[in-house]
Every structure is written in C-alpha cells, then in structure tokens.
C-alpha cells in the first residue's frame, strides 16, 4: 500500500478527519468513522482498518471484539484533503446491527425506512469480479511469482492460452448438455478466467469489452 503524505491531510481542531470505507466487491459505501494520525500510521501498518472512537477517546481495531475485519487495500484522501476514502474486503458484517453497511436506512417522503436484510452480504457485480481478477492477473503478468499457474500460462505464451481457451470453451458445453448448474458455473468460470489471460497477453483491456458490450444494449 502506498503510503500517504500526513503532512497534507487538514485535521480538524481535534486532530481528527473523517474517513469513509467502502467495499471493493459490492462498491456498497460500508460506514463513516473518524482517524487521528495514529490511529491511520496502524491502518497503515497493520493493512487493517483502525479507527478512534470520540466517546471512548481511543483506537478501536475495526472487528477486534466481532471478528469482522476490514482488509485495507487502498487509501485516498479528497481534493481539499480533509476526508479520507479507505477500500477494504470486508469480512462478515460493517455493521453493529448486523447489516453489511451501516447506511441501510432509507429516508423516503413516508419517513425512514430500512433497506436491505439483516446479515445479508450483497452479491458482487460480475463486471467488478472480473475486473478484479483482471488485476490480479495483470500484477502475476508483472511479476511472474514462481509456482503460480497464470505465469505458466504467460510463459508457455499465447498458443498454450489459446490452447486452454479452445479446452474450457468444450467444457462448457459439456457442462450445458449435462444441465448441471454447478458444472455449468465451474466451467463458465474457468472459461472467464483464460479469457481474460488471454485479453492480459493481447493487451486488451477488460474495459473495452465493456464498452462492446454497452453498444449491444441498443
């Protein structure tokens, strides 16, 4: 994780900044808390979201007592550096009423209501699984760590992924002539997958798929 400049971020007269945490599956804005310098220098640190509790005037480690962590992946601050965007994978619940983000009441003309299921995780988007993965598989083409079987395939090159493209395209049909649902999602799966090797290995962007795909929506 890239390390912020404290210098830059305007506390308020507590010596405090708000910080807003957002999942980085669902996209779901999870929960607004406040950070002091060390209470950030831990998030930092530890990659887990640490926050300072203005009633109890101390740090809480975010999940310590429920076992509902928040895994920091990345930190930005805004334009007049006075607020705080943390994405986290979120484990289990945001929420201390057992809702996956604290924001599940619903301000209507009717007065407030509440959205979404208690202990209910959203599902993530395909569009942001995939380009998820397609991270993932960007920092392997990069890396190349040994043992990993996608820098087997990037270095077999593109005829061996072209090879498992054609391999997992028969596999799906397969799984769909056998009416196997959880074949058939396996299978789709490993499919995603190898394409989206090989989109890395062509240089083709998982947004540019995107952009086809829109055009077929007219």
């Given amino acids: 994780m890239e390390v912020l400049d404290l210098a830059k971020i305007r506390w308020d007269s507590q010596g405090l900044v708000p910080a807003i945490v957002q999942d980085v599956e669902t996209k779901d804005v999870l929960m ?22 203005r009633s109890r005037q101390s740090l809480w480690l ?6 509902h962590f928040q895994e920091v992946i990345d930190i930005k601050f805004d334009c007049d550096q006075d607020a705080l965007l943390l994405t986290v994978k979120q484990t289990g619940m945001a929420c201390h009423e057992n809702h996956f983000s604290c924001f599940h009441y619903d ?4 007065g407030f209501r509440i959205t979404g ?4 995780r959203p ?26 079987y996608t820098t087997y395939l990037f270095e077999k090159g593109i005829d061996k992924i ?17 009416a196997d649902p959880e074949e ?17 290995e ?15 929506r007219k």
């Avoid at 395909?126 to 083409?141: A, F, K, P, Q, Y």
């Fill in 62 to 67: 975010k999940g310590e007592t429920s076992g």
């Fill in 123 to 148: 599902e993530p988007s395909l569009g942001r699984t995939l380009e998820l993965l397609s991270d993932v598989i960007h920092s392997r083409n990069l890396e190349r760590p040994e043992g990993a």
């Fill in 202 to 216: 062509r240089v083709v962007g998982v947004g540019k798929v995107a952009e086809e795909l829109s055009k077929r």
């Fill in 107 to 110: 301000l209507t003309g009717a």
């Fill in 117 to 120: 299921e208690p202990e209910v």
């Fill in 32 to 53: 607004l808390a406040y950070m002091n310098e060390e209470s950030l220098h831990r998030t930092l640190l530890e990659h887990k979201a640490c926050f300072y509790s």
């Fill in 162 to 178: 072209l090879k498992k493209v054609g391999e997992e395209s028969a596999e799906v049909i397969i799984a769909a002539k056998n």
């Fill in 184 to 200: 058939i999602t396996y299978e789709v799966s490993d499919l995603f997958y190898h394409v989206l090797v090989m989109l890395e």
